[in-house]
């Protein structure tokens, strides 16, 4: 089994930034991509970014392309998503998640870590 624990979450006014870590454990060889979603208090879950666990591939939400930065250090086993410009639009709960394949379904989740923007 995989776990994620997601750190980083906060309170930070309207233009500011954030940095949230993952970091995983288990069996991380079992780990193909990793990715970052939110959902918003009435919201459904969004997709935020993904990125390839040993290849190149990184992917955004609409709603963040030119913010938000997703990057992985596969020695520390931690995918990061760096926040910049944040909007009061972003508030949400952050979770972490992992797929078997890139293109695979997301099947583990952290526990998740709040970010509110106050504007």
């Known amino acids: 089994q995989v776990q994620l624990v997601e750190s980083g979450g906060g309170l930070v006014q309207a233009g500011g930034s954030l940095r949230l870590s993952c970091a995983a454990s288990g069996r991380t060889l079992d780990i193909a991509a990793m990715g970052w979603f939110r959902q918003a208090p009435g919201k459904e879950r969004e997709f935020v970014a993904k990125?390839?666990?040993?290849?190149?591939?990184?992917y955004y939400g609409d709603s963040v392309k030119g913010r938000f930065t997703i990057s992985r250090d596969n020695a520390k086993n931690t995918v990061y998503l760096q926040m910049n410009n944040l909007k009061s639009e972003d508030t949400a709960v952050y979770y972490c998640a992992a797929a078997p394949a890139y293109t695979a379904p997301f099947d583990k989740w952290g526990q998740g870590t709040q970010v509110t923007v106050s504007s």
């Open positions: 990125i390839s666990w040993r290849g190149p591939g990184i």
